[in-house]
Structures are given as structure tokens and as C-alpha cells.
């Protein structure tokens, strides 16, 4: 998946669940830059951090990082 499909299925799923990214960002223990990396797809997409995402925010890896079609 496209480093750009995978930061919009975050964004998209982070507002859909009510973070801001400061919220999520405390959530998760990472920095609020990390989160805005990979929510613009500046930052290298890491498994574990992308599973803890899907994670506080109810959903399944798969779910987060797989698009229809794929």
C-alpha cells in the first residue's frame, strides 16, 4: 500500500473515532509529530506503531491498512 492511501486511512479513521491528533498522540505515547508524519505520509510505515493505532482506535490491522480492492 502507498505510503499516501495508509496516512489517509489513518486521518480518515482518527476523525471518524473523535482524536485530535494531540489526543490520539497521548493515547499512543508518541509525539504529535510522529502521528502528523505518517498521517501525511512523510514517515516510513512501522507495523508496531500502525497496531497500536488500530488498536486504540477499535479497529483491526487489517481493517487500517488494507484497501477494497487489494
Known sequence: ?????????????????????????EELGVSVAVLGSLE?????????L???IANKLEISYEE???VKGE
Open 1 to 25: 500500500m502507498e505510503n499516501d492511501q495508509l496516512a489517509q486511512r489513518v486521518r480518515a479513521f482518527r476523525k471518524l473515532k473523535g482524536y485530535t491528533q494531540i489526543e490520539l498522540a
Open 50 to 52: 500502525l497496531r497500536l
Open 40 to 48: 501525511r505520509g512523510t514517515r516510513r510505515n512501522d507495523p508496531k
Open 64 to 66: 487500517l491498512v488494507t
